[in-house]
């Protein structure tokens, strides 16, 4: 009967999980939200499917904020980390002493004492590290500065975690049994303060050390076996051992995880590791963040509405506000605000640290579920303030740039060219080098600066609206070169370039055979796709370096390049219609290698 309850409860989690991600990319929320609403719809509070159980699954789950965090480490060298030390230690501190600071004068302010306002201020100063990052992760988000800066900071917040957690038995009652028995199970119970220092910094040594001089040898000689799972076993058993040794010394097990990482980041067993490791982080964050759903309180919310959404909002306004005014002095406003969003509600660590905080008598029992409650809650909300800044960012740029007034001029060139970005810059000064002039039109403002500032002359407009054309000469040009990544923008310039300036020979760019399709159907037969060319040159490298002389690689490759632009001429003509569509690439496919076949047996007969 215990199999079938555990079979039950992981049926019931896995297909939580794949209807999560499911939601999240239909409504374009992200999985993390999904994650959340799914995991509120079956909570406690919703059908019922899991009940107060589930909490012992989230603990469990929380290792996924572990082996990411030890993913995360893996990509960050040492160096580069060094480069971090000023957000981490800069933006970090300030963000954690002025956000606490602040949240615990405001709580003073509605009554509360001085000690717990202090507890709550520390405690509601955290973020999600979790949520934050696996958000920004999948909205391309993390890699930017907004995104580099949250990191620091979340990394900074994990840090202070400890001293937190020290000093907030200090401002209770005295040690509770729970603290007790908590210190009497850690290896540095009983010794002096300066000892535990010792064996702090001692564990953190001998995880640099032992990742530099026995972790690459021990995966040197897994990796020998050429098996799989002992590598993947290797690599949770290390983690695991880690996550383990910070416990027992008082750190976090996702700092120790982290640095093990970084020790790492530069072996080349890195992206082994990380493709072992990639699916069990994700499995185990969803349900970390189904856990996280179910456990919202809403019988208490609902019963306190007023007071935690009042908190709630009071908390990301209040945070909100101290982030972005840190950011501001040194980063744009777009970025300040996507910074500050990611930040400005509560994380995982506040549900240990009100344990903590309640277990030594801080603040009582309603206090702790209303700051329970708001957390949960103000997480819950992440995802949608990450979503609504990236929205807003991308709004007000967008604005910004149709604001902005086309300064295009007829110079008489024979040829205008539409984008000047990789593609187009080639060509562009390929045919002026030459002596043929252009006129190039790009609508993104800052390349047009940029551009202008190396000396380039380009100018600002929108090709698709049909004057804009007129007036750079198309009237007297010969020839219009569209080297747009936008696939409908290019159509609607075709269709112009058609209705007022049919005398104009185009010349397409295309991204993809899809797009060749659309640019067939307008009539075109001018196109170049991005890969083609590149493509055939490497395969000529290659069949020159296995021995086959350069004029027999050559024409191997023109021979390829002929057959395949008939293929996609004559895939174009079923691309709606998916049986035919897959028939008429097969028979392109066969035809062309029996092409091939042909050209080689005659090569063979006259080199006999």
């Known amino acids: 009967m ?48 899991i009940g107060h159980e589930g909490h012992g699954v989230t603990h469990f789950a929380e290792f996924g904020v572990v082996v990411m965090l030890f993913l995360i480490g893996l990509e960050l060298h040492p160096a580069m ?8 230690l800069g933006l970090g501190s300030m963000q954690v002493i002025v956000s606490a600071a602040a949240i615990a004068g405001l709580a003073i302010a509605f009554g509360l004492a001085i000690k717990p306002a202090i507890a709550i201020g520390l405690i509601l100063a955290m973020s999600s590290t979790a949520i934050v990052l696996q958000t920004l992760n999948e909205k391309g988000l993390l890699r930017t500065a907004a ?20 000093l907030l038995p200090l401002l209770g009652m005295g040690k509770s049994s729970a603290e007790t028995e908590a210190a009497s199970q850690s290896w540095m119970a009983g010794f002096p303060g300066w000892a535990q220092a010792i064996l702090v910094i001692g564990a953190v040594v001998f995880i640099i050390l032992a990742g530099r001089i026995a972790m690459r040898p021990m995966f040197h000689a897994i990796s020998k076996t050429r098996n799989r799972e002992a590598f993947t076993g290797a690599a949770l058993l290390l983690v695991i051992g880690v996550a383990l040794l910070m416990t027992k010394v008082g750190l976090s097990p996702a700092l120790g995880a982290f640095v093990a990482g970084v020790v790492l980041a530069g072996s080349e067993y890195r992206h082994e590791i990380e493709s072992d490791l990639e699916p069990i982080k994700g499995l185990l964050l969803g349900l970390f963040f189904l856990g996280v759903g179910a456990g919202i309180d809403f019988g208490y919310i609902s019963e306190h509405l007023g007071i935690v959404l009042g908190s709630a909002v009071g908390l990301i306004v209040i945070k909100g506000l101290v982030l972005f005014a840190l950011s501001k002095f040194r980063n744009s406003t777009g970025s300040s605000l996507i910074f500050s969003s990611s930040l400005a509600t509560g994380g995982e660590f506040a549900f240990v640290l009100i344990t903590l905080a309640l277990s030594a008598n801080v603040f009582d029992p309603e206090t702790g579920r209303a700051v329970v409650a708001v957390v949960a809650l103000s997480m819950a909300t992440t995802p949608l303030l990450i979503l609504g800044a990236e929205k807003w960012v991308s709004r007000e740029t967008t604005s910004k740039a149709s604001d902005r007034e086309p300064d295009v001029s007829d110079e008489g060139n024979p040829v205008i060219i539409c ?50 054309l007129t007036t750079a000469g198309a009237a007297n040009a ?42 067939l159907s307008a009539g075109e037969e001018r196109i170049y796709r991005d890969t083609l060319d590149s493509s055939l040159r490497l395969s000529v490298d290659v069949l020159r370096d296995l021995g086959l002389p350069l004029a027999a690689a050559q024409r191997a490759a023109e021979i390829f390049r002929e057959g395949d632009e008939a293929a996609v001429r004559e895939m174009a003509a079923h691309r709606h219609d998916r049986d035919e569509h897959i028939s008429a690439g097969r028979d392109a496919i066969r035809s062309l290698d029996e092409l091939m076949r042909k050209d080689l047996e005659a090569q063979s007969r006259e080199s006999a």
């Open 2 to 49: 215990a199999y079938e309850q555990v079979f039950q409860q992981a049926f019931i989690y896995l297909i939580a999980a794949v209807i999560a991600v499911l939601l999240g990319k239909r409504l374009a929320l992200g999985s993390v939200l999904g994650y959340l609403i799914i995991g509120a719809a079956i909570g406690p509070w919703g059908l019922h499917f």
């Open 81 to 88: 980390l060094w480069k971090m030390r000023r957000p981490v």
């Open 147 to 166: 995104g580099q800066n949250a990191f620091a900071v979340l990394l900074f917040q994990d840090i202070a975690v400890i001293p937190i957690m020290a």
């Open 419 to 468: 984008g000047f970005g990789r593609f187009g810059h080639a060509v562009g000064r390929l045919l002026r080098n030459r002596g043929f002039g252009c006129t190039v039109l790009d609508h993104d403002s800052d390349q047009v600066d940029l551009l202008r500032q190396l000396g380039i002359p380009v100018f600002y407009g929108d090709a698709s609206r049909p004057e804009l």
């Open 478 to 519: 010969k020839i219009l070169v569209i080297a747009l990544r936008d696939a409908e923008t290019t159509v609607k310039i075709i269709e112009n370039a058609h209705r007022h300036h049919p005398h104009l020979k185009i010349y397409l760019r295309a991204h993809s055979r899809i797009e060749a399709y659309e640019y």
